[in-house]
């Protein structure tokens, strides 16, 4: 479980518990160190979600039950402007973050009604986006690309270059730039620790590397 995933199933873990919940205990759950769990609190915390230690029997940390998130409503002609430009991205291939963008739009039609989601499909049948779709790249390479950015880890690439040569890099996402039909990606190469861009379509393999010290099959 990604740290991220691990600090929402907290939160939900301590909102659905009747008494305090000991640090021993979330580690137990989530199969994480004492002194992570301890960590993981401190970051609810800084979150400014109300977290409190409880002393005494039953006590430990607590998640103020009253605590939610504000519902987000949208009108069915706010979710069909959504819906056909996130489509539009996927389907140019401009965003090597396809599934967080399919999970945020499954978020947007679940927060509408039955009537709400049959009008937006009548929107989405009118309207079109026209233009130059991006060169393919592999879902796993999307895939591996996405996490790498959003957790800040290393990622072991195998890329093939302009005359064909194909290398295998180990590489730190530092930008991603899309222009038109490319995406570029610019890095830091830890073997040469110098900056060098790579364009998405040209990588044939990736995956994200625990440390710095591994290398992409």
Same mark, same amino acid.
């Given at each position: 479980?990604?740290?991220?995933?691990?600090? *929402?199933?907290?939160?939900?873990? &301590?909102?659905?518990?009747?008494?305090?919940?000991?640090?021993?205990?979330?580690?137990?759950?989530?199969?994480?160190?004492?002194?992570?769990?301890?960590?993981?609190?401190?970051?609810?915390?800084?979150?400014?979600?109300?977290?409190?230690?409880?002393?005494?029997?039953?006590?430990?940390?607590?998640?103020?039950?009253?605590?939610?998130?504000?519902?987000?409503? *949208?009108?069915?002609?706010?979710?069909?402007?959504?819906?056909?430009?996130?489509? *539009?991205?996927?389907?140019?291939?401009?965003?090597?973050?396809?599934?967080?963008?399919?999970?945020?739009?499954?978020?947007?039609?679940?927060?509408?009604?039955?009537?709400?989601?049959?009008? &937006?499909?009548?929107?989405?049948?009118?309207?079109?986006?026209?233009?130059?779709?991006?060169?393919?790249?592999?879902?796993?390479?999307?895939?591996?690309?996405?996490?790498?950015?959003?957790?800040?880890?290393?990622?072991?690439?195998?890329?093939?270059?302009?005359?064909?040569? !194909?290398?295998?890099?180990?590489?730190? &996402?530092?930008?991603?730039?899309?222009?038109?039909?490319?995406? *570029? !990606?610019?890095?830091?190469? !830890?073997?040469?620790?110098?900056?060098?861009?790579?364009?998405?379509?040209?990588?044939?393999?990736?995956?994200?590397?625990?440390?710095?010290?591994?290398?992409?099959?």
């Amino acid at each position: 479980m990604r740290r991220t995933e691990r600090l *929402f199933a907290i939160a939900e873990f &301590l909102r659905s518990r009747r008494t305090g919940v000991t640090a021993a205990t979330i580690a137990e759950r989530f199969g994480v160190t004492v002194r992570t769990a301890y960590r993981d609190l401190d970051s609810l915390r800084d979150a400014h979600l109300p977290v409190a230690a409880e002393r005494g029997r039953g006590g430990g940390y607590v998640l103020d039950r009253d605590y939610t998130l504000p519902p987000v409503n *949208f009108t069915a002609r706010e979710a069909a402007v959504l819906i056909a430009g996130a489509r *539009f991205l996927g389907e140019m291939r401009v965003l090597p973050f396809a599934r967080s963008l399919e999970g945020a739009l499954d978020k947007v039609r679940a927060a509408l009604s039955a009537s709400a989601q049959r009008e &937006l499909m009548r929107r989405l049948e009118s309207l079109k986006f026209v233009g130059v779709p991006a060169r393919a790249t592999p879902r796993s390479v999307r895939d591996a690309v996405e996490q790498a950015w959003f957790e800040g880890q290393p990622l072991g690439i195998a890329y093939r270059d302009a005359d064909g040569v !194909l290398s295998k890099r180990r590489v730190v &996402l530092r930008q991603i730039v899309m222009d038109r039909a490319e995406t *570029f !990606l610019n890095c830091t190469d !830890l073997e040469k620790n110098d900056a060098r861009q790579f364009r998405l379509d040209r990588i044939e393999h990736a995956r994200v590397l625990a440390s710095g010290r591994d290398g992409v099959e």
